[in-house]
């Protein structure tokens, strides 16, 4: 599937790929894979890291070769090669029942819990509500709710 890549997105998936190996040429962790498809523009939910991480490691070594992580990129790119704006806004809707445009604190955290399938725990939900500035009243509006998403993303 990788040819059907155009060449300049194969080149800049190569340079993401090698930036975030870092240590090993040839492997990437499969740890910084969010963070590399992120970079590429692509946002990931847990569930298509799982699957790609399924089909390209099943024998769970932890890494990822570059052909496999081109493959992955251009299979990926229908369903997360999207900017997920308005997923959050719709999320953010969702929770806010009262309709006033703000979501308590409480809020989020159960939006959080709810929506986060990668088992995200306790601590490092609370670290992602700490990002958002809250109001007094410990309320956050849709922007601060997008930072805290793009972040959790
Ligand atoms: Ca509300």
């Known amino acids: 599937m990788a040819d059907i890549l155009a060449s300049e ?3 800049e998936f190569s340079e993401v790929f090698h930036l975030y190996s870092q240590n090993s040429q040839d492997s ?8 590399a498809m992120k970079s590429i523009g692509l946002f990931p939910k847990q569930s298509h890291i799982n699957e790609i991480v399924n089909k390209t490691d099943p024998e769970g070594s932890g890494f990822i070769t570059l052909p496999d992580f081109l493959n992955s990129m251009s299979s990926h790119l ?7 704006e308005d997923e959050i806004k719709e999320t953010f809707e969702f929770f806010d029942e009262n309709d006033d445009g703000l979501l308590s604190i409480t809020e989020v955290r159960e939006v959080l819990k709810k929506t986060a399938d990668s088992g ?3 601590e490092e939900i609370e670290n992602l509500v700490r990002k958002g500035n ?3 009243e410990g309320n956050i509006n849709l922007e601060e709710f997008k930072k805290i998403f793009l972040d959790f993303y």
């Not at 990437?28 to 963070?35: A, T, V």
């Not at 229908?78 to 997920?84: G, L, R, T, V």
């Open 28 to 35: 990437l962790p499969i740890s910084k894979l969010p963070s």
């Open 9 to 11: 997105q194969t080149s």
């Open 120 to 122: 995200l725990n306790d």
């Open 134 to 136: 809250c109001d007094e």
């Open 78 to 84: 229908d369903c997360c090669w999207a900017n997920p």
